[in-house]
Each structure stands twice: as C-alpha cells, then as structure tokens.
C-alpha cells in the first residue's frame, strides 16, 4: 500500500491523457526540452550512501521519470515538474554530474547524469519546466482524465457551501446572507457569499471594509448553534496609532450581540504582540479595547510567513542529514522551533474552541490579511468544535470554506507561477500537520486517516486539479477554473475507501465532543510520514495502520476464497455444511468427521491471534483437494475463523 | 509557585481550601480511627495526624485531611476522604496502594520552608518543621504533604522518621524481604510457583541450563559444568553454567571462573554468544604475559570448538560503549525532567522539552547500546562469527547487550515467559550486582540504572515492532517499578551466591525446616489481580505459527571458513575512553589486545558500514514477527517512553485520546472476535448451552474515561462527559477457554 507506487501508477495514466489530448501545449513545452532521455543516470538513496540504481532519465512536458534499469522489476519515479521547488547542480565529480531534486512534497532526489551536457541541459529544462508564467501553463488545463463533461461538473458540486451554512443553521433569525461582495466590488480576495449580522446595514459593512486591511470585513466562518457562539475572520484594523472607525465599532459590537448567550466577545489577533505593534507604525494595528465595548482583546504570537518558511526549511535539513545522531537531531529540531510554532497554532485553535465551545462566546479572529494564520485558526477551531469537519466529505468542505473561498493565496504560497520566492510558505503544510497531530491524539475521531491529508497536501502542490489553482475566487472566475478545470474532491470522493481509518467509529460518544488536544510538547512529534514520505529506508517498518489495512485486505481474500470453496462443493453436488450456513448444527452422522476437523481448529485458534488465524487459515484454504471429503474439512476449517474476522472487521470499518 | 501560607499566619498568602475545617476534622478522626493495611513482617514506625495531600490537579490549592504514616516497608497515607471520593481504578496493586510509597521508591525528599524549597538529608533535619513535605519517587510520582494543621512533636517525629528509613544506608537484612517472608513464611509465601504457560525458566538447576542449550542447538559444542555446585569456586558464578566442551574444569579453577568464555546463546548456524570477565590484574610483566597467553588459549579452544571452524570476534564492551558512570549521571539528568513539582514548573522545563532531552543524553546512550546490539547480531546472523563480549566484571554491560541481542535474534525471548527466563539467564545469574546498581542498602555510589537502561532498549524494540512482543509496554513498566519493591529475590542479591546464603536462616530456624524463599517477581500473582495481568498480554503480538519450528527454517549457510584474514586488523583497536573504568578498560585492553592474540580472533574496523548495510538488507525483505528484528537507531527513530515517565503528570494526559484508545479498540475487537469464536464452537459442539467461562478478566471494563496514561494516574477531573463502552472480554485470548473443547472430546467420540 505504499503511497510512492500507487502514485507512480496513478500518474503514469494521466500523463498518457495528456500527452494525448492537450498535443499543442505540450508542443509548447517541448520547445524547453532539448535531451528528452539520458541514460546510465545513477539514483543515489539519501540516507544510505550504499545504496544506488541506475537508470534511464526521461523528460516529458510534465513529468521527469526515473526508470530503473539494473533490477529485474525495474521501478519508477515520476516527478510532476509543479512539484519541483529546487533544481541544484552540484560541481562535477569522477562519476559525472550531480543533480539534486527538491519537491514540493518532500521529496528528495539524488541523480548522478554521466556527462555534464546532459546535466546541464536537464537543469536547464528543469528550470524552465518547474516555473510556470501563467496559469494556463499549469497541469490542471492540460489534465483530462477519463470522463465526461457532466461528471466533470457534477465534480465542481461536491462541495456546496450554501449547503454548509445551512448545516451550521445559517441563515437564521440573527445572520444573513448579504449581497454586498457581489461582483467583488467591497473586498476582492473574499467571496461574493457572505455572512453577517441581521443588524449590520450595508453601509456599516463597506465602512468597516474600508477601515480594514485589503477591505477584509468581519465575516461569518463558522457558527456553533449549540451555544450561538461564532467564529468570525477578518484582517487588521487600520488603527494605526489612534484612528477610529465607527462603523467598524459598530460591526464588531454587532457581532457580539449576535450571540444573545455571553455579554462580550473575544478578538484575537493571531500575531506576536511585537509584530502587531511594529504594524501600527504602517497605519495598521489592532483594535484598541477602550474604543470597542464589550470585547476582551488577546494576542497569541503565531509567527509570520517568513519565519515559519525559514523553520521548515531548518528540519529538512536537519532530517535530511545522513545517519543522524540522536543529539543533532534533538538539537536541530528544537532550534528550528517547526514544532513550537505547530503548538502555537494548535494552542491558539484550543482556545478559541474552549471560547465558543465552553464559554459560548463568540471570538473574532484576524491577522495582518486574514488569509494565513487567520486560516489557520478558524478551520481549525472549527475542526475541534464540530465532528462533521473530522469525515472525510467534510474536511472537503472545511478547506473550500476557510482556505479556498476565503482567499488563500495558494498560487503564492505553494509557488504555481514563478513569482516572489518570499511568498511562498508552508501555511497549508502547517495547518496539515496540525490536523495530523490531531489525529495522532484522538486516533478514533477521525473517518480519514494520515494517507487522506498526504494525499490532499500532494495535490495542493500538484496543480493538477483546479481547486487550488489561483489566490481567490475573483482570479478563479477569470480563468473559469470550474469550466477547464477538474476538481480535486470528487477524486478524493472516488477514492475514499483508501483514506479510512479503520478505528474510526462514529458511535464514540468522544466523536460528538469537542475536542481538547493537549499540547504539551512531548505530544508533538517530527511527522516522517509527511516530511521523509518517500524515503522508504527510515519507516518504521510497519505502522498500526497499514497492519489493520492488510488486516481488511486479508479478509476480503477469505471470504473470496469461501465464495470459491463454496461454488466448489455446489458443483460437487454436496450440500453446503451447516457450519457454513450458520443454522443450528444438526447431527449428521456421515459429517462428524469433518465436524471433528473443525473442533481441533476451534482449540487451537483459542490459543492463537487473531493475525495468525487469519494467515494459517489462509494457508489451509490453498488446499485445492479434489475429493470431496478433503474439501469439506478444508471448509470448515476456514469457516469459523472467517465469521470471526468477518465481523469482527466490519465493526472496525463501520 | 503556589502553596500554603505560612505557619505564623502573619502572611496572606494564598492558603489552601479545604473542603472541612479542623475541628471536624478531629472530631471525624475520633469517630473514624484509620487502619493502615500492614502486611505481614511490616511494623509502624510512627504516624502523623491531620496532614493534608496536595493535589496537583487542584493547583495545590487543596487537598485532603488524612493521617501519614511510615513503616518499615512503605510510607503511606491515609484517609477517609478519600476512599469517598476514590475512582474506581483498573490497576491495582496488592502490596502497594495509590498512596503508598515504598521506601527504597523515593528518590528525593524536600521540605518547603517560607516557599523555599530545601532537600532533607539524614542527619541535617531541622529543628524547624517545614510547612510540606515532598516526596518525590523513582517511580516519578511527586507527593505533596502540608504539614501546617499536624501536631508539631508529630511532625518531627515523622519526618525524622521517613528521612531515617528512606535515605540512611542499611543492612541487607533490613531490607523489608526478610521480615515480610518471615511473617508470612509458609503461609502465604509458598515455594515458587509461577504460573505461566510454559513456565519460565529459572535457570538454578543443570535442566534449564540443559533445556536452553538444546533448545539453540548448542549442546554439541557447550557442556553444563556443576564445578562451582555450592558455590566452591567463584561466589561471582552461578552453581550452574555452560562452556565450551573443551574447556577443562582446571581452567575453570585457576581464575575462579574469570577468563572463561561463558555461554549465553547459540545461533542456529552454530556461532555463538559467549561473555568473559577480565582475568584479575597481573603483577608483573611476566604474569601479564602469561595471562595474555592464557586468554589466547581459550579463545583458540573456542575457535576450534566448533565442529565448523568459525571465527571469533572479542568485544570490549566497555571500550565502545558509554561508562557505567556516564549511563548514571545522563539518567539522572534525565529523570529531573519528569520530576516537576507543580504545574508552573512543567510548564517550565517543557519550553525547552527537546533540548533538555538532548542534553540529558539518555536518548543517546539508548541508541548507542541498539547500535551496539546490532552490531554484534550482524556477527552472529551475516558472518556467522562467534562473538565473546568482555566486560572487566562482565555483570553490567554483558548482560545489557546479551539479552539485548537475543532479543532481536529469537523470537522466543519475546514472549512473555521467554523474557522472564532471558533475564534470569542473563541477569539473575549473569550476577548482575541488582542491589548494588539499584543502591538498595543506599551505602554506595554504584548505583547505575542498567538493568533499567535494557529495559529502555526492549521497549525502543517494542514500539517498533509492536506485533512482534507478546508483553505490552504496561508490563515493562510494571517490571520497572517492581526494581523498587524489596520483596523480590529477582532484584535484591548481587549474586544467586549472596541470595542463597542470605536465603539460609539461622540453626534454630532451619531445624524448624521453614525455608525462607523470597518470591520472585515473576510470581505476579503476589502483586497483582488476573485483572491487571491481562495488560501485560499484547493483543496485537502475532502467535507463533504452529507449523514453524522453535528456529526458522532456512538458513544462512554457515561460510566454512577454515583460514582465516591473514592479517587481523585488531592492533588498531579502538581506544581508550574517558570515565571511570577506563584504567580497568586499559587492563583489559592490554591484556587482550597487546599482541597478536590468536589466529582465531578477528575484529573489524568498518563495523558501521557493515551493520548499516545489513540493516538496510534486512529491511529491504518482507517483515517476519518472528525472526531477526533488528532495531531502528536513527535520531528520530527513539522515543521517550511515555508511560514510564510520564503517566502521573496530569499536563500531559490527553482525556479521551492517546493510543491507548487504539489499544481499546483492539481489546474491543478482540473481545468480539471470542464472542463469536464461543458462538461457533457453541453450534459446532451442539450440546453446549450456556457460554463457559465468560467473564473471567475485565481489565478495561472498570475504567471510566480513559486517558493516554493508561492504566497508570487516573483522571480526577470532573467530567460530565459519559463514559466510553469498553472490552469486557479479554479472557479467551489468554487460553482460558482451551479446556472447552477437550471436554466436549469425549461427547462428540
């Protein structure tokens, strides 16, 4: 089940689409590839310097393969070129010329290309390839995979988040939907669709948009009706050190108003105090207590986009050094403080869902823009407070609500267009973590597991799918991503059964809960599964989850093989046993042989586990006996292990 | 910091709430006189009323009245609040309650005065009674005492008391063991008896020895010797033991048992693990010669020993490995980090968690003896080379690194009963020095925690290879914490030599034919319900096959090596280390590293390279629970293990989550699964009506929210959240339904 396999294959079909269809572009493209193939490329792993393969190097207008030539069962690597952040030359040695690969996804890769021509020219289209200039450069409007142009549009439906506000019970007798983005024209990193307080007159709202960072208003995110608390985002005030704007008190108050159960409401501003200081020198700032009533105002310094861009860095390369002692790793880790600045997001989302949930009382929550730690924040809090964010469908509908639709600016942040390097950072990988750690701590509230977050963080960076593509839904609607373009979620709907967890259970009372993680640091662990995913030399070698999903797989062959066995004693002409057919056993002399058989599996299985049964007992179902006898007791031998594990799964997987 | 305000009551400082003010409770001390729960031989030593135990959860702020009293056991405190309030705990131990304190379990004492916190040591007990008293214990649970409302005669008398009895050295016969066994004798303390299935092997008689070398297939080439029967040649030697066959028993005689190869384990392929103790310092230039000679000669002998010539690797341990002294000082660095008195504190050390952890080094010194381990299984498994580790005294790091290696080699020793017997093996009667290295009689600075540290590495093992275990880290724990309880002759000798004479009673009492046998501690029967033992049972271990045999099948054949590498590289040997056995490291060195020693020995040099790639090869194939299982050493690879050291800090706990909710579903699977395996045995054996034995362990059936700790430090919180349904069966995966069958046998023949 190993990701790296499924994914070669998984591209391995696109791509044969797109070279297909979309033939001009890829003409385009071509034009950057001057050495389509190099061979004798040697693959060095990078946590063992014995290993090495060697193999054939292939271009193509979207992916660079690695096809391995020195192994009988030769594998492949397939790198999407949206997914290379770094392309390095490294000075020619005696064995040719190094060049190292850095992705997106993590991803590190080792070549060594004999001769230092073709290395040149691979860097080069590299270079090339990796950094788009414009959009429709990008692979999501050459990728057409099998299907129709309705099933494509029905894609784009998935996630209705009319339908998401309704859940929440949105529109009601306190929040509306209000009209004023329409057509952008208040903020245009928001979306047209938003709400507010029934008491707020547009006026009000387009005084406080002006009075905030990039017109970024308080704007509903998410509504908890259990106590009527809600969380709300915007960006910062333009205060800067002593401006007011009275519509933007005005807003505020309403919001707390709304929630007819707590008399204040909380702000929060998400940044260090410092840095919310040094933005008033700019004309920004945050809200000033004395103007606002009825607000308790707090800071909790989760830090800016450079910072966390350059502490990511700092653990890739940590965890990247070969054979790393135990001291330099404890070391880098601390230093970089990755996982410190994890806390404070986490931190920061346990408040606020202590605040609406416990306290009820509703918390605005902003940044400097309100599109990254903001993000972060709300989707978060949200995750906490409501189980329908812990599915698989609705952690779909947690990221379109608070990272798409409210304007991520995921084409800078994941770098799609050669743009500013400085934009890029880690926010979402962070948010990520965030939901792994999560799952790490409550390892049953979750319908999906760890391979359902890699999976959406490798597409965030693949820009195959149109979802991500762009900084908000003005620029989306420009490149009519949702007519060009597939969607992400019905793909992940498609594939769904891999992403389970098979410890979930919706029944827990604990699933209903909100959640109270505990983030103390001992709790936060270094993720490998998402930074080292494809360094398959330093797994563990097995974790819980893939032995329970071998665990389900090993049964599906069981009942298989009792479906066989069973059509071979129909065709035998015998009737099937009552073992098998779980009525009340009657005394049947001529099958007390066979019964005899099976009381022996019955002692021994008593004394065995569950795994072993399941291995022994496939072994037994192998025997393919001609005589009849022979496969009656194979039969029944499999039959009482396989009730067991049969039902025994399908509660796990319920 | 928070804590009570100050006797003279002169301050405001923030004082703590009670629940009851003083004069009830008198009175209710009057009604409601507490009975401590003494077990036999124990004696109370002296008492204190009206002392109050802080707890944490409550900020310190309050607490509960009750009485304190110290024993010649276990420091312990009463209440009758509290058994009120009590959550029904699923863990549970006989011998010691939630509020007991076994005496050699504390490792700190502190005394607050006016908020400053100051140790107490013997002999320096102030005149002045501090206002709390802190206990802080090696099993990392931190006691808080107000001593503000308690009598002040009282006071000092206990306090003087529990710093006498927990911090002055003591005599051996002191120690609780004898009285408890005396009291008890033959009463409730019968001969050993332990109940598992197949026993666990206690390696004092010649069978075990016999039954274990035939088991690895060595008794070809490695004979029981019985020459040191009553210990008449080495008290450092246990009655029984294996060598090579050629070794004569004059050899034996002439070091007392040092510079003997000493059998540990055979591997399939013939090689084997062998332990030497250094031969005793010689006094001159030509004795040290010969003794050079000697050491040759033994290790020619081992060479030719086998009937395939197989080459010998000798390995100072204490060349490559950290010092005992080092192992010491990092432990104790690192237990400091869990030993948080209050919430603020924890909240301190935990900003710098990850460089704390690093600067303690235990993770290191962790991963140094995996790497160690590996190394030496990669002689054993790739080069079939026999491998003779050397250690000055070989009882501390031998034993560490000869069951760490047959850990990972054989699955047996990762059973249940296989685990027990290695460390009876290897420890027990390894002489491990148990009483000096856990520094029960606190009379000497050798106190290292080895014994703890393998434990630490078995456990690294088990998270990551968990299927492969059939003990849970609950067990580890458990066994850990068992170090601290003087009751077990397992961990109370230095020697099987010193327990056997200590075992021995006075005339007058022999001639009453009362053996006095301590317990071991494998007999959990004496500290534990069938309830809590049902944790130590992995539910995830995969059984052993029964088709395969005790060894794998196939195997590596053995390279028949008749010639050897014409130049053994062992002159560039590594090299002196800096600690405190480096000048007996030197010796040893010296002695066997000076010239060419054999043509027999070889040492690499490039041993990383070598054990990296076999690891890297070893995993490239398909896992198998039930062979080779090497470890995974890399930096991130190690983990803290945090049920040991951080089950009673409440900051940490995680209500409602953490793997032990994973665990609980796998319980509640396997649960099910015996429900219906009852079901179909049920409707195969048709006469059967009524489901035997249904209910018989219900380990998570009490637990009310479970918390990442687990069975350790239930959450006291208040919770109105309800409660999660958890396993009530865990019975038939422990074999209790096996005789269910064999009755109906009979019926159905």
């Known amino acids: 089940m190993y990701a790296p396999a499924r994914r070669f294959a998984q591209a391995r079909c696109l791509c044969t689409y797109a070279l297909a269809r979309d033939f001009e572009q890829a003409r385009f493209k071509m034009e950057h590839i001057r050495t389509p193939k190099v061979e004798q490329v040697k693959c060095l792993d990078r946590f063992s310097s014995k290993k090495s393969t060697t193999g054939t190097l292939h271009l193509t207008t979207t992916h660079l393969i690695y096809r391995e030539t020195t192994t009988d069962s030769p594998k492949e690597i397939w790198i999407m070129h949206h997914h290379i952040a770094v392309v390095e030359k490294l000075p020619l040695t005696a064995v040719g010329c190094p060049l190292v690969i850095h992705c997106k996804n993590f991803r590190v890769i080792h070549f060594i290309i004999p001769r230092e021509r073709d290395c040149h020219d691979i860097f080069n289209s590299l270079l090339k390839l990796s950094r788009p200039v414009k959009y429709d450069d990008l692979y999501a409007f050459s990728y057409t995979p099998k299907k129709t142009e309705y099933e494509r549009m029905m894609g784009w439906k998935v996630v209705n988040l009319n339908d998401e506000y309704q859940r929440m019970r949105i529109p009601n007798d ?52 259990q106590t009527q608390a809600a969380i709300c985002r915007c960006s910062q005030p333009l205060s800067g050190f002593s401006a007011r704007c009275l519509e933007d008190e005005h807003m505020l108050q309403a919001i707390s108003k709304a929630n007819p159960n707590s008399h204040f409401m909380y702000v929060m501003d998400t940044r260090p105090k410092l840095n919310a200081i040094a933005n008033r020198a700019a004309g920004k700032g945050y809200e000033n207590e004395d103007n606002y009533s009825n607000i308790r105002f707090k800071f909790v310094g989760i830090e800016n986009i450079h910072v ?133 701590q409550f390892p049953r509230v979750f319908e999906y597991s760890e391979t359902y977050l890699l999976e959406i963080h490798e597409h965030v960076h693949s820009c195959q799918f149109g979802n991500f593509i762009g900084n908000c839904q003005k620029e ?33 009372p604990c699933a209903h809960e909100v959640l109270e993680p505990n983030t103390v640091s001992f709790n936060f662990k270094f993720w490998r599964c998402m930074y080292h995913q494809f360094d398959i030399t330093i797994h563990p070698r097995q974790s819980q989850l893939s032995r329970i999903l071998t665990f389900i797989e090993q049964n599906n062959q069981l009942e298989m093989e009792a479906k066989k066995l069973e059509e071979q004693i129909i065709k035998l002409g015998q009737k099937p046993c009552a073992v098998y057919s779980r009525e009340p056993f009657h005394p049947v002399s001529r099958l007390s042989r066979m019964l005899k058989a099976s009381e022996t599996v019955c002692k021994e299985e008593q004394q065995t586990t569950v795994e072993s049964n399941s291995i022994r007992t496939l072994e037994d179902g192998n025997i393919s006996g001609d005589e009849c006898k022979e496969l009656k007791a194979t039969f029944s031998k499999t039959e009482p292990t396989l009730v067991n594990l049969e039902l025994g799964m399908a509660k796990m997987t319920c | ?195 598992d299935d197949p026993p666990t092997m206690m390696f004092e008689s010649k ?150 952890l690093e600067n303690s080094n235990w993770l290191e010194v962790i991963r140094q003896c995996l790497k160690k381990a590996l190394d030496i299984v990669e002689c054993l498994e790739h080069k079939n080379t026999t491998v003779v580790l050397m250690e000055e005294n070989c009882c ?116 009453l034919s009362r053996s006095l046998k301590l317990p071991s501690v494998w007999e959990w029967s004496v500290q534990f319900e069938n309830s809590v033992q049902a944790l130590f049972y992995n539910p995830v271990y995969v059984g052993k096959p029964k088709t395969d045999k005790i060894r794998r099948t196939q195997r590596v054949k053995p390279q028949r090596q008749m010639s050897l590498p014409s130049s053994p590289s062992y002159h560039n040997r590594p090299t002196s280390k800096k600690g405190f056995f480096r000048e007996e490291t030197d010796h040893l060195i010296k002695t066997f590293l000076g010239k060419k020693i054999s043509r027999w020995t070889v040492t690499t040099e490039d041993h990383s390279v070598n054990y990296r790639q076999f690891y890297d090869d070893w995993r490239s194939k398909p896992v198998d629970h039930h062979g080779l299982l090497l470890p995974q050493y890399d930096g991130p690879a190690l983990k803290v293990w945090g049920q040991r050291y951080l089950r009673w800090i409440p900051e940490v706990q995680i209500p409602g989550g953490g793997s032990t909710i994973t665990l609980n579903k796998i319980f509640e699977i396997m649960d099910e699964i015996n429900t219906l395996q009852t079901k179909v045995s049920q409707r195969v054996l048709k006469r059967q009506t009524s489901s035997p034995s249904s209910d018989v362990f219900t380990p998570f059936h009490q637990a009310s929210r479970l918390s990442s700790t687990f069975p350790f430090g239930t959450i006291r919180r208040q919770s109105i959240k309800p409660r999660i349904p958890v396993s009530t069966n865990l019975s038939m995966s422990f074999g209790s339904m096996e005789n269910l069958p064999d009755e109906e046998d009979l019926g159905v023949l």
């Open chain 1, 174 to 225: 306190i929040w509306q939907l209000t009209d004023v983005n329409r057509g952008y024209k208040v903020c245009d990193t928001y979306p047209t669709e938003l709400y507010v307080p029934r008491s707020v007159s547009k006026p009000i709202i387009v005084g406080s948009s002006k009075f905030r960072s990039k017109g970024r208003f308080p704007a509903l995110s998410y509504f908890f009706h």
């Open chain 1, 308 to 440: 966390m861009r350059a502490s990511l860095q700092k653990v890739n390369e940590v965890c990247g050094t070969k054979e790393l002692s135990l001291n330099d790793f404890l070391i880098g880790l601390e230093s970089s403080g990755w996982l410190r600045h994890i806390k404070a997001v986490l931190d920061a989302a346990t408040s606020l869902a202590k605040a609406v949930g416990r306290e009820g009382a509703s918390v605005l929550v902003h940044c400097s823009d309100g599109w990254d730690r903001t993000a972060q924040v709300c989707s978060l809090g949200s995750l906490l407070l409501d189980p329908y964010y812990r599915t698989i469908k609705g952690f779909m509908v947690l990221i379109e609500k608070d990272w798409i639709t409210f304007g991520h600016k995921f084409a800078e942040r994941c770098g799609q267009l050669d743009g500013d390097p400085k934009e890029i950072s880690p926010v979402f990988t962070q948010f990520i973590e965030c939901v792994w750690h999560l799952t790490e």
């Open chain 1, 476 to 508: 989306r609607e420009a490149m009519k991503i949702q007519q060009k373009t597939h969607s992400l979620w019905s793909f992940l709907l498609e594939n769904q059964h891999k992403y389970l967890n098979p410890l979930y259970d919706c029944n827990l």
């Open chain 2, 1 to 195: 910091m928070l804590s009570l305000g100050s006797g003279g009551g002169k301050t405001a400082k923030p004082s703590f709430v009670s629940y009851v003010s003083p004069e009830e409770i008198k009175k209710e001390n009057v009604n409601d006189e507490l009975k401590p729960h003494l077990l036999p031989g124990e004696i109370l030593i002296c008492e204190a009323n009206t002392v109050v135990k802080l707890s944490r959860e409550d900020s310190l702020q309050r607490g509960f009245y009750g009485k304190l009293i110290c024993t010649n056991f276990k420091i312990s405190f009463l209440s009758a609040e509290q058994l009120l309030d009590e959550v029904e705990q699923s863990y549970r131990n006989k011998l010691m309650g939630e509020n007991d304190i076994s005496l050699h379990c504390v490792d700190q004492i502190f005394g607050v005065y006016d908020d400053k916190k100051k140790p107490l040591l013997p002999g320096a007990v102030k005149n002045k009674i501090p206002e709390k008293l802190l206990l802080y214990c090696k099993d990392f649970r931190v006691f808080h005492f107000g001593l503000r409302y308690t009598k002040e005669e009282d006071a000092r008398r206990l306090i003087q008391g529990i710093v006498h009895h927990c911090l002055n050295p003591t005599s051996l016969k002191c120690l609780f063991a004898f009285p408890y066994v005396g009291a008890a004798g033959g009463l409730k303390v019968g001969p050993i008896r332990i109940e």
């Open chain 2, 207 to 356: 069978n075990d020895w016999r039954g274990e070398l035939d088991r690895t297939g060595g008794l070809l080439t490695y004979r029981i010797i019985s020459i040191n029967e009553n210990y008449k040649i080495s008290t450092r030697l246990p009655q029984f033991f294996a060598v090579p066959l050629s070794v004569a028993d004059d050899d034996i005689k002439k070091y007392k048992g040092k510079g003997i190869p000493l059998w540990c384990w055979s591997h399939p392929s013939g090689c084997a693990l062998l332990k030497m103790a250094a031969v005793p310092e010689a006094a001159d230039d030509s004795a040290s010669q010969m003794d050079k000679g000697w050491i040759e000669r033994q290790l020619h002998i081992l060479g030719e020993a086998h009937p395939i010539n197989y080459m010998v690797r000798t390995e100072i341990l204490s060349a490559t490995l950290p010092t005992l002294q080092e192992i010491q000082a990092s432990y104790s660095r690192f237990k400091q980090l869990f030993l948080t008195e209050n919430a603020a504190e924890f909240w301190e050390t935990d900003i710098k968690w990850l460089s704390a």
């Open chain 2, 396 to 511: 501390d790091l031998c034993c560490l690194v000869a069951s760490l290696v047959q850990v990972i080699i054989d699955p047996h020793f990762r059973t249940i009963s296989g685990f027990q017997s290695l460390i009876q093996k290897e420890w027990v009667m390894g002489c491990h020095c148990f009483l000096d290295r856990c520094n029960l009689l606190r009379n000497n600075d050798k106190e290292v925690p080895v014994f703890l540290l393998f434990l630490e590495c078995v456990w690294q093992l088990l998270q990551q290879h968990p299927p492969a275990f059939e003990f849970t880290e609950t067990y580890l724990t458990i066994l850990s914490d068992s170090m601290y309880i003087p009751i077990f002759s397992t961990f109370l000798f230095n020697s099987p030599c010193q327990r056997d004479n200590n075992q021995m009673l006075d005339e007058d009492q022999r001639m």
